[in-house]
């Protein structure tokens, strides 16, 4: 009776013995997978950041040729072309006559003018809200089903926030000059932000196609505005005309804003008529936007650029998603 017990315990600790060593081999295994694909993953972010660095330098080049042989921007460019989905499997694999192991890496992007986009910073100049363009976005909100009242609260904001950032030089004392600033909204730096100024989501999102927030006041690019900025830019000018003026400019880009105008019919003067120095033909903000899919990650960025000729310069860049594949070009 006493042998059948040992003999019992004996099997027990054995079998409690072989799952103690089930149980740490299985640890092991799963550390030193998770150890892999943690440095894989890690691999595939450096090996995407490194393809959108090189993407973005020959976007800037790109814009830096133009600049320096042209003085006019327009949609017929070699920059406003955009860049369907592109395999780049082949470049990255270091031995090029076997790629059938290599991950497919897949690149698409576009550069879009920013002064094609109606300008929310051109709402405050100076301190005091410009009226060409509160005009300009009070036909866009009209355009677009929107309460005239956002905008109105948009331009009190900015004014707030513009006053806040700015040097205290004007208030009572400094306890004033606190007060106001603890009580003013954030300066937005980008169209998303606007929501800091009490804007609605759905605002901020029905305005994204027609309008922009860039670090400078800009004159309105007539050669890249779409009928529907061009109708809520230019006084008396409804979508039908606009359209009609973008067709035509289709086959011949606008050399001067003067010419512009002639095309479009534009009054120069007069009550309500449309001021030159509010638009342009030519552009310094673009944003260059740029997805890569490589093996099972994706990631897509956009970089605002400003082109001071010789040079282009990052403004910002942002990491806009991290997704699963993606199929089809950037629109």
Request: net charge neutral.
């Amino acid at each position: 009776m006493r042998a059948n017990r040992q003999h019992g315990a004996a099997l027990l600790t054995a079998m409690l013995t072989v799952t103690l060593v089930a149980t740490f081999a299985a640890a092991a295994l799963w550390q030193q997978w998770r150890s892999v694909e943690i440095e894989a993953a890690e691999r595939s972010r450096t090996q995407m950041q490194w393809v959108l660095n090189g993407a973005l330098d020959w976007a800037r080049l790109i814009l830096q040729e133009d600049g320096r042989n042209s003085q006019v921007d327009h949609l017929s460019e070699p920059w406003a072309l955009p860049l369907q989905e592109a395999r780049l499997s082949s470049f990255l694999a270091v031995d090029k006559s076997n790629t059938q192991d290599a991950l497919d890496a897949f690149l698409s992007g576009q550069i879009s003018d920013q002064q094609g986009l109606l300008n929310v910073r051109n709402l405050v100049l100076e301190g005091k809200p410009n009226p060409s363009s509160v005009l300009a976005f009070g036909r866009l909100f009209a355009m677009l089903n929107l309460p005239k009242s956002q905008l109105n609260l948009m331009v009190d904001q900015l004014l707030a926030a513009d006053a806040a950032s700015a040097k205290p030089t004007a208030a009572a004392n400094a306890s004033e000059a606190a007060a106001a600033e603890a009580t003013a909204p954030f300066k937005p730096y980008r169209l998303e932000h606007l929501h800091w100024l009490g804007l609605p989501t759905a605002t901020v999102r029905a305005l994204t196609p027609y309008a922009t927030l860039l670090p400078a006041p800009t004159p309105l690019n007539l050669n890249t505005a779409s009928a529907e900025v061009l109708s809520a830019a230019v006084p008396d000018m409804d979508r039908a005309r606009a359209q009609q003026w973008v067709a035509g400019r289709a086959t011949a880009h606008f050399k001067t804003v003067a010419d512009a105008f002639k095309a479009g019919g534009v009054r120069e003067s007069g009550t309500g008529a449309a001021e030159a120095k509010d638009f342009s033909v030519n552009s310094r903000f673009f944003a260059v936007r740029g997805r890569l899919r490589l093996g099972d990650s994706s990631v897509q960025e956009v970089s605002l650029v400003e082109r001071v000729s010789p040079t282009v310069k990052v403004i910002w860049r942002q990491r806009e998603s991290v997704t699963a594949p993606l199929v089809g070009s950037l629109q």
